[in-house]
Nanobody, 122 residues
Framework: QVQLVESGGGLVQAGGSLRLSCAAS????????MGWFRQAPGKEREFVAA????????YYADSMKGRFTISRDNAKKMVYLQMNDLKPEDTAVYLC???????????????WGQGTQVTVSS
């Protein structure tokens, strides 16, 4: 069993930065790929970024490239999402997931955290 807890969300002005963290627990968590998704009210869950279990493969949604950086520390069982140059359209609940396979698709994820709210004001 894997449990995920996100933190680091909040209210920030456009152009600002936030660093989200995902604390993972469970014996096998380091064997999973990890990803960040986001979901705004009335919208579908959207892929943000993902990283393979080794950290050797990293994927970003096109609109996040150059602004967001995903990383993981397997020793600490942590996954991070550094978000820079935030825009009002980045406002959403950000969720951390653990999965395998096609990490850009939420259907390949087995475990999810409860999410952390990010609000970007204009």
């Amino acid at each position: 069993q894997v449990q995920l807890v996100e933190s680091g969300g909040g209210l920030v002005q456009a152009g600002g930065s936030l660093r989200l963290s995902c604390a993972a627990s469970g014996r096998t968590v380091n064997t999973y790929g990890m990803g960040w998704f986001r979901q705004a009210p009335g919208k579908e869950r959207e892929f943000v970024a993902a990283i393979s279990w080794s950290g050797g493969n990293i994927y970003y949604a096109d609109s996040m490239k150059g602004r967001f950086t995903i990383s993981r520390d397997n020793a600490k069982k942590m996954v991070y999402l550094q978000m820079n140059d935030l825009k009002p359209e980045d406002t959403a609940v950000y969720l951390c997931g653990a999965g395998a396979g096609q990490l850009s698709s939420w259907t390949w994820y087995t475990y999810w955290g409860q999410g952390t709210q990010v609000t970007v004001s204009s």
